[in-house]
């Protein structure tokens, strides 16, 4: 079956720190892979995606993320953090058809 | 701003009671979906449409759960009898045919349901 997950609830990292946020996905096919963050009270904003070709894909906000089949993981990484970046992390695979399977999201704190 | 919008963003109800949800996707977005999300989950999948048809249901969409989308353009949810259990976001999110697998979704703000 079809899962994500985010085997960490939540991390803590000093403003201007690296951060690294880990994601390990089960699909049999080929996986199209979505990083997505919440704010409280918000939507979700995507942050990138990757479908096919490089397995290093950058986003918005400084982000980047880094896919290896061989470990069916799809990490998200910033080498500084922002206070701003502060929020709910959600890593995602699309299925076969339109379904959009989410992990559990890690919840990020950023201290001063 | 022409995004998804939802409303209400906010709705406490009895048990018992229905309650039903709008959503207005991106205007040129032929695909629309809706999403729950419990608190320290993250969303899951309920529905989507391509125009008025609507092409997969979850498991999770019980009988008291209906969604239309009667012209193609926005959408509702309507939850019938609630229970405490359905106390959720409800997120829809929309996209443009053509992408396939590769379409980017665009969420709403959710509507936050509390059932007493």
């Known amino acids: 079956a079809q899962s994500v997950t985010q085997p960490d609830i939540h991390i803590t990292v000093s403003e201007g720190a690296s951060l690294e946020l880990r994601c390990n996905y089960s699909y049999g096919a080929t996986p199209y892979l979505f990083w997505y963050v919440q704010s409280p009270g918000q939507g979700l904003q995507l942050l990138l995606k990757y479908f096919s070709g490089d397995t290093l894909v950058q986003g918005i906000k400084g982000f980047e993320a880094e896919f290896k089949r061989s470990q069916s993981s799809f990490n998200l990484r910033k080498p500084s953090v922002h206070w701003s970046d502060a929020a709910e992390y959600f890593c995602?695979?699309?299925?076969?058809?339109?379904?959009?399977?989410f992990g559990a999201g890690t919840r990020l704190f950023v201290k001063a | 701003d022409t995004g998804v919008s939802q409303n209400p963003r906010h709705k406490i109800t009895k048990r018992g009671q229905n309650v039903t949800f709008r959503c207005d996707p991106i205007s040129e977005h032929n695909r629309l979906y809706w999403y729950r999300q419990t608190l320290g989950q993250g969303p899951e999948f309920l529905t989507y449409f391509q125009n008025e048809a609507q092409l997969e249901k979850s498991r999770l969409l019980s009988d008291r759960f209906s969604a239309e989308r009667p012209k193609g353009s926005f959408s509702t949810l309507e939850i019938q009898r609630t229970e405490q259990g359905d106390s959720a976001m409800y997120l829809c999110?929309?996209?443009?045919?053509?992408?396939?697998?590769?379409?980017?979704?665009?969420f709403g703000p959710g509507t936050r349901l509390l059932v007493l």
């Open positions: 999110a929309s996209s443009l045919a053509g992408g396939g697998r590769q379409e980017t979704q665009y």
């Open positions: 995602a695979v699309r299925t076969g058809g339109f379904k959009t399977i």
